[in-house]
């Protein structure tokens, strides 16, 4: 099993410019979820998803946009980037399966993106 | 407010010596709390969760309600311990709050 991955690794943007990035996920997991992560901020929550065709935003959502079409995969769109959207994006993913317990969220390997 | 607070940036320590990596945290109800480690050029993971009450790579964490605290212990640092290490709350929607992180640095 590959686990989360992430496409591309790296990116440089314009601003302005656009880009999706994607993240799939071969676990068969419910939730999904999109961080960035800055130095001294930690990581942020962007969005997130608990299931096929839904989306939640979470603590820093604006600029960013996301679909769930299908269960594995999870999309992160910038619209028009901007230097202030320069950092690391993770993707995560976590089984919903009740085991009397919140489940580990499993991360990929991270998107480094640079808007100049 | 910050609902998880990690007050250091950055911890040095030397090969053996005692390390705690300190986690505040603000929450109404019964806290679940977590640890994430990632290593060099390795992904984030989860190092252990509060409800386990495990040790993990020697490494303890003992929730204290009174203090509102998930302070991260190990008696004896090693060289691979270092990396750096978030502290995480799982909130209401069943999101994770993650804190600043704290870098831990061991040196020989």
């Known amino acids: 099993n590959a686990g989360v991955t992430q496409t591309p690794k790296f990116r440089v943007l314009k601003t302005g410019q656009s880009m999706t990035l994607l993240c799939a996920q071969d676990?068969?997991?419910?939730?999904m979820y999109w961080y960035r992560q800055d130095p001294g901020m930690g990581l942020r929550l962007i969005h997130y998803?608990?299931?096929?065709?839904?989306?939640a935003k979470g603590e820093v959502p604006d600029g960013y946009n996301v679909s769930r079409l299908k269960k594995q995969n999870f999309l992160l769109g910038l619209e028009s980037a901007a230097p202030s959207q320069t950092s690391v994006y993770f993707c995560?993913?976590?089984?919903?399966?009740?085991?009397?317990?919140?489940?580990?969220?499993?991360f990929g390997p991270g998107t480094r993106l640079t808007v100049l | 407010a910050q609902r998880v607070t990690q007050p250091e940036k950055l911890l040095s320590v030397f090969k053996g010596a005692p390390v705690e990596l300190k986690c505040n945290y603000s929450?109404?109800?019964?806290?679940?709390l977590f640890w994430y480690v990632q290593y060099s050029r390795q992904r984030l993971q989860l190092l252990l969760r509060?409800?386990s009450r495990e040790s993990i790579k020697g490494f303890t964490a003992d929730l204290n309600k009174g203090e509102t605290s998930f302070h991260l212990k190990k008696p004896f640092a090693q060289e691979e311990d270092s990396a750096m290490y978030y502290c995480?709350?799982?909130?209401?929607?069943?999101?994770?709050?993650f804190g600043k992180g704290t870098m831990l640095l061991v040196s020989p």
């Open positions: 995560a993913s976590r089984s919903y399966l009740d085991r009397g317990a919140y489940n580990e969220q499993f």
């Open positions: 676990m068969n997991h419910e939730y």
């Open positions: 998803s608990v299931g096929e065709g839904t989306t």
């Open positions: 929450y109404s109800g019964s806290p679940e």
């Open positions: 509060h409800i």
């Open positions: 995480a709350l799982k909130e209401s929607d069943s999101t994770l709050t």
